[in-house]
C-alpha cells in the first residue's frame, strides 16, 4: 500500500499542465466551465443587481396589495389524506389570504374523501372535488383548474410545507413582467437527516438545483416549474390547455407555456419544503421517471423549437440545446470519456482515476461554500451537509448517472415512460396515441 501511495505522488508531481489538461479534460472543460465559472459569473451580477431589484420587488409587491387578486391553490392528489389537514392548517397562516383553496381527490382508497369533506365543513377547504375513477395527476390538475376562479393558479402537493410569505412572494413577480407565464419556487429539503439517501439529495437540491435555477432564469432559460410549487398566469394556463399526461408533466407544462412566448421565473424567496426519498431504490425509480421524460418531451414532442417557424424563439432553442448537451450529449459521453482514458492511459488509470475522485470531491466542497454567498436562506444545516461532501463525487458521477443512463436508453429504444405505472395505463395508452 505505501509503494501504491509513493507511486501515486511521484506520478501527480510528474504531471506537466499540458498533460492535466489532456487527462483531465473532461472535468475542466465541462464541470468546471459550466458549472461553476459561467454559474458563478451569472450569480455575481445577480447579486450586484441587489438594491435594483428590491426596489422593483418593493413596487411590484405594493402592486399586488393594491389589487389583491384572487389566487387558486390547486392541490391534485391521490391517498393524501394524511398530508391535507396540515396543508389547510399552514396555509391560513400565509401572509396573502385572498385565496380559494382546491383539492381534487384522485380515486384515493383512504380516508381522503372523508378528511376533506370535514375540512370543507369547517371552512379550510373551499372546494372538494373527488374522482370515483382514478385519472392521473394531469387529470385532477386540470380538473380543479376548470373549477378556479383565480387570476393566477398556484399548483402544489399536499405533503409539502411551505414558509408564511411563500404565495405572496411566487405571485410579486407577475407584477414585475406582463409576459410572465409562470414562477418557479424554491423547494428544499424538509427530511435532510433521515437517512444518507435524504442527505445526499438535499446537497444536490441546495447545489445543483436552486442555485442552477437562479442561474438559469437569470440567462432566460429556466425550463421546468416544479410541480411542488409553482404559479402560473390563468390565461397562460387556459391558452395551453393545461396539463398534458405525463411524467415530466413539470417540464411539458413549462416548455408549452415558453413556447407561446411567455416568460418563466425563478423565485428564490418562495420557499417550500418537501419530503424526498428515503430510500435509493425509491429514488431510482423517481429519477428514471424524471429522466425519461426529457427525452419523451426535448427530443420529441417538442422538437419542433429547433425549427424556425413565426413561434420560434432563441431562448428556447439555446434552453434545448443547453438541457440536451448536458444532460444527455454529455452523460454519454462520459463514457467515451472513460474509454478514452483506459486506451491511452492504461497504466495509469489507478492513479488517474483518485485524482479524479479528488478533482471533483475538492470542486463540490468549494461550489457549496462559495454558492453559499448567493442562496437566500442561510441555515445551519449547511455544517451538518459538510461531512459528507466527499460522497457527492460518487453520488453525482457514478449512481445518478448510471440511473440516467439507462432511463434515456429505455425511452429512446422502447419508450418505457408510457409503461410507467406513476400514471393509470388507460392514460398512458391514450398519451402514447396521441404523441403527448
Not at 373549477?147 to 405572496?168: L, N, P, Q, T, W
Not at 399526461?245 to 415558453?258: A, N, W, Y
Request: with cysteine; glycine share 6%; aromatic share 16%.
Amino acid at each position: 500500500m505505501m509503494g501504491y501511495f509513493e507511486e501515486f505522488f511521484n506520478y501527480l508531481a510528474s504531471l506537466t499542465i499540458d498533460q492535466f489538461i489532456r487527462i483531465f479534460w473532461f472535468f475542466l472543460v465541462f464541470e468546471l466551465v459550466r458549472f461553476f465559472l459561467l454559474d458563478l459569473g451569472v450569480l455575481i451580477i445577480w447579486k450586484l443587481q441587489h438594491v435594483t431589484r428590491k426596489k422593483r420587488y418593493l413596487l411590484a409587491r405594493k402592486m399586488l396589495w393594491a389589487e389583491r387578486p384572487l389566487v387558486s391553490i390547486v392541490v391534485p392528489g391521490r391517498n393524501e389524506g394524511e398530508h391535507i389537514f396540515k396543508l389547510a392548517n399552514s396555509l391560513k397562516e400565509q401572509t396573502y389570504t385572498n385565496y380559494e383553496f382546491i383539492v381534487v381527490d384522485d380515486g384515493s382508497n383512504d380516508q381522503t374523501r372523508v378528511i376533506c369533506n370535514n375540512l370543507k365543513k369547517n371552512g379550510l377547504i373551499t372546494l372538494f372535488i373527488s374522482n370515483d375513477v382514478r385519472g392521473g395527476k394531469a387529470s385532477a390538475a386540470n380538473l380543479g383548474l376548470r373549477y378556479s376562479k383565480g387570476k393566477f393558479i398556484i399548483h402544489i402537493d399536499a405533503d409539502c410545507s411551505y414558509d408564511r410569505d411563500a404565495v405572496e412572494n411566487i405571485i410579486v413577480p407577475f407584477y414585475l413582467d406582463d409576459k410572465l407565464g409562470a414562477v418557479g419556487g424554491d423547494v428544499q429539503v424538509r427530511n435532510y437527516d433521515e437517512s444518507l439517501c435524504t442527505t445526499l439529495q438535499a446537497i444536490e437540491y441546495i447545489d445543483t438545483i436552486s442555485i442552477g435555477r437562479i442561474s438559469q432564469s437569470q440567462l432566460g432559460i429556466y425550463r421546468i416549474i416544479s410541480g411542488a410549487f409553482g404559479a402560473f398566469r390563468k390565461e397562460a394556463l387556459d391558452r395551453v390547455g393545461g396539463w398534458d399526461i405525463g411524467p415530466g408533466l413539470d417540464g411539458d407544462i413549462t416548455v408549452k407555456i415558453r413556447k407561446l412566448g411567455y416568460n418563466i421565473h425563478f423565485e428564490p424567496t418562495a420557499v417550500c419544503q418537501t419530503n424526498v426519498p428515503t430510500t435509493f431504490k425509491a429514488l431510482t425509480k423517481q429519477r428514471l421517471r424524471w429522466d425519461k421524460s426529457v427525452v419523451r418531451f426535448r427530443l420529441r414532442k417538442h422538437n419542433d423549437v429547433f425549427f424556425p417557424d413565426k413561434s420560434f424563439r432563441w431562448l428556447n432553442f439555446i434552453s434545448f440545446i443547453e438541457n440536451i448537451t448536458y444532460n444527455i450529449v454529455l452523460n454519454f459521453k462520459w463514457y467515451f470519456y472513460l474509454i478514452d482514458i483506459v486506451w491511452h492511459f492504461a497504466s495509469r488509470v489507478l492513479f488517474i482515476l483518485p485524482v479524479n475522485y479528488v478533482l471533483y470531491t475538492f470542486y463540490n466542497f468549494f461550489k457549496f461554500v462559495v454558492f453559499s454567498i448567493f442562496r437566500e436562506r442561510k441555515s445551519v444545516r449547511d455544517e451538518y451537509f459538510l461531512p459528507f461532501m466527499p460522497l457527492m463525487a460518487l453520488y453525482y458521477g457514478y449512481y445518478l448517472r448510471l440511473v440516467r443512463t439507462y432511463a434515456y436508453l429505455q425511452e429512446i429504444f422502447l419508450k418505457r415512460s408510457y409503461e410507467d405505472d406513476w400514471n393509470p395505463a388507460k392514460t398512458s395508452v391514450y398519451a402514447k396515441h396521441m404523441k403527448l
